[in-house]
């Protein structure tokens, strides 16, 4: 009896193991494809890292200039030397043509972009508003005025050959160096004046650094620390010290104020009188260029600018942006700074501003027990510098470090009770700092003593 199941062909038994056979080359072939996918992937991350091409949240650091990664944690660490050249040429390779001027590539090709810029490439820039009383009308009157600023600046942040192509050609061929001033006119029009201060010659160009250090590199998140006494009445040492770069003025120390105000220092923002302040491997910018300065080439020369001493001049053209942002006062070095940070940091925060004994019962400064000088004229410039960084506050552009600014300024019962809610808030300064600030020597000598008591912090 024959079954009713047929048996396979002998040349149907073929197709079927030469299918099987398909299948099992499909499946080796499939997996090839995903091991080499893999590998080509982990070595082009790792090509890319050791290009340098890193996220903004990998810190590099140590002599060699050696990356270390960083997920999503932050290292208290200084950052490397940036007039190193080995480290300057791993910097320069982490920019990108596809990010425009300002931007930064990480490894997955996305533009990240400073405070000021946005778009895919950081070539559009933020405007922001500052509501200011008007520069020929008193402060009494309340007349505010609303301006827009562009925070496009294309320029150059501190003094350097690649700036100045053409001094370097011969002798007679130079390049002039300008100072502008900004005014405000009656009807809210900016006037501008001009000035040529002097030239870039090639003696000149010899002694300027090759490169611009400050316009090779954005970072992730930035702290302007000020000089303000308020800082000594937290222990946030350790967060400012926590920030991916911090810009310090003038002379304002850390050592022996380390748990107040960190001792982590990249960039020392100072004017002429205070070049000579330096601490650890931190690189000091030089704000002020003079007419003077220029004439004497062997100032620059003795002073080692860009070359043994890491100093740096910072440019012209980026102080008369800063005044022309400002307009109806003189900027101050801590609005220079704030706004030097906006062009090279996504995330900006000012610490030890605008809070002193006049605001919060607080010392002047933080490291010398200096009061503050009595003139209506300081304290009307302060305040429209108080009103220009507010904006900019307001517009989350940047922000203040310390809880209770707003309050402080707004009223002693508001910063009261604002303090009263803070647990970081302390009344007293320990006794090592009172003694500290007392043997700190003064700058400049003959300033006076300070209207706050060292150890209540109350007035006197």
């Not at 559009?124 to 009494?140: C, D, I």
């Not at 942002?325 to 906006?342: C, D, H, I, N, R």
């Not at 004229?377 to 305040?383: N, V």
Request: aromatic residues 10%; hydrophobic residues 30%; glycine residues 8%.
């Amino acid at each position: 009896m024959r079954s009713s199941r047929e048996s396979p062909s002998p040349g149907g038994g073929g197709k079927d193991r030469k299918y099987d056979a398909n299948v099992v080359l499909l499946f080796v072939l499939g997996l090839a494809t995903l091991v080499y996918t893999w590998n080509t992937h982990k070595s082009l991350h790792a090509r890319a890292e050791d290009k340098g091409r890193l996220r903004l949240d990998h810190l590099c650091r140590g002599e060699d200039g050696s990356c270390e990664l960083e997920l999503n944690r932050v290292e208290v660490a200084k950052v490397t030397n940036l007039v190193d050249e080995r480290h300057m040429r791993k910097i320069s390779r982490r920019r990108s043509l596809e990010c425009s001027l300002h931007g930064f590539e990480d490894i997955d090709g996305d533009c990240q972009c400073p405070v000021m810029y946005k778009g895919s490439d950081c070539s559009k820039s933020y405007n922001f508003l500052v509501r200011l009383p008007g520069a020929w009308q008193m402060q009494a009157d309340k007349m505010y005025s609303t301006r827009s600023f562009s925070g496009a600046y294309e320029g150059k942040f501190v003094m350097n050959q690649n700036g100045f192509p053409h001094a370097g050609d011969n002798k007679y061929v130079y390049e002039q160096v300008r100072r502008e001033r900004y005014s405000l006119n009656k009807d809210g029009s900016v006037q501008r004046k001009r000035e040529v201060i002097g030239a870039v010659d090639k003696p000149l160009y010899e002694v300027l650094p090759v490169q611009d250090p400050l316009r090779e590199r954005v970072f992730n998140r930035c702290a302007v620390v000020g000089g303000s006494g308020v800082l000594l009445n937290r222990q946030g040492g350790e967060i400012i010290d926590n920030y991916h770069m911090v810009i310090r003025l003038n002379r304002a120390p850390t050592k022996g104020f380390e748990r107040q105000v960190g001792s982590k220092t990249t960039f020392r923002l100072a004017n002429v009188q205070n070049m000579d302040f330096q601490e650890g491997d931190e690189s000091t910018v030089i704000a002020g260029l003079s007419r003077d300065m220029l004439k004497d080439r062997k100032w620059f020369a003795n002073k080692g600018f860009g070359k043994k001493n890491r100093l740096f001049l910072l440019d012209p053209e980026f102080e008369n942006y800063v005044a022309k942002s400002a307009v109806e006062f003189k900027p101050s070095l801590g609005v220079t700074a704030a706004l030097l940070a906006m062009q090279m940091c996504r995330q900006v925060h000012l610490y030890g501003f605008f809070i002193w004994e006049k605001y919060g019962s607080s010392p002047y400064h933080y490291y010398d027990t200096c009061g503050r000088e009595e003139s209506p004229e300081l304290d009307a410039a302060e305040d429209l510098e108080w009103r220009f960084l507010k904006s900019l506050v307001a517009g989350r552009l940047v922000g203040f470090g310390e809880t209770c600014v707003l309050e402080c300024r707004e009223s002693d019962e508001a910063c009261e009770e604002c303090r009263r809610g803070d647990p970081t808030f302390e009344e007293l300064v320990p006794g090592d700092l009172i003694k500290l600030r007392h043997n700190n020597p003064r700058f400049p000598l003959n300033c006076t003593e300070s209207e706050v008591d060292y150890q209540t912090q109350s007035p006197l």
